[in-house]
């Protein structure tokens, strides 16, 4: 299953007040599990798309959630199915995924996410520039949302209890991230030491995630012509 599932209903009910939920949004759940954030989440909202790969988890949400018609369940692999439309997004990552799933969400049209991510992972997405920590997923992330960091998690909260630590991350778009732009961002930081002579002879990790935005614009309007 490779998950670590929460158990502790504080930490779940303040995932959820993190999220702000109203009566009319509908919100997509990545990586439902044994379906304790969902029970929470379908208590606030209008419905729940809850996605899980594992079959055997698949069949025990069906069976737990067979008399909420507010919740559905999705069985699929988060990376590679399509998303229905959504508000919001309340998820517990499989760290396994936290990058190829972080990407894919940026790129679809939402108003806010809570997120529970690794932890080193997490600080990646809020880096600055000039750091070693200063990687492609942190000018993805930055240029087209806002994003912080809310709080750090025990271990003690998820079982099985996982050797590393956890964080919420609040995620608020600005505006979806096309996959090219996602594609040049890679592309730039495979030479992430190279300097920019015509871009104030910055190296490519020195450019803030507006920069390179910018100059992702740039060079997509000059193909263009």
Not at 114 to 132: G, N, S, Y
Not at 177 to 193: G, P
Request: glycine share 2%; net charge positive; proline share 3%.
């Amino acid at each position: 299953m490779n998950q670590n599932f929460m158990i502790d209903k504080n930490l779940i009910r303040k995932i959820c007040d993190y999220a702000d939920l109203k009566d009319d949004e509908i919100v997509l759940e990545i990586g439902a599990g044994t379906g304790n954030l969902t029970t929470e989440l379908s208590k606030r909202c209008r419905k729940v798309i809850a996605i899980e790969r594992d079959e055997r988890l698949v069949n025990f949400l069906i069976k737990r959630f067979k008399d909420d018609s507010k919740v559905n369940i999705i069985k699929g692999d988060a990376i590679k199915i399509s998303f229905p439309e959504f508000d919001k997004i309340v998820a517990n990552l499989p760290y396994s995924i936290s990058r190829k799933i972080t990407e894919k969400i940026l790129t679809h049209k939402f108003n806010t996410a809570i997120l529970v991510e690794q932890k080193e992972f997490a600080e990646k997405l809020i880096t600055k520039p000039k750091t070693t920590n200063y990687r492609a997923i942190s000018v993805i992330v930055q240029a087209s949302s806002d994003v912080e960091i809310l709080d750090y998690i025990g271990r003690n909260v998820f079982f099985p209890v996982p050797a590393i630590d956890s964080v919420i991350v609040k995620v608020v778009q600005k505006f979806p991230a096309e996959e090219k732009f996602i594609k040049f961002v890679k592309e730039m930081f495979n030479r992430r030491n190279k300097i920019l002579r015509n871009f104030y002879g910055k190296r490519i990790y020195e450019l803030t995630p507006d920069e390179i935005y910018e100059l992702w614009k740039t060079s997509k309007n000059l193909l263009s012509k």
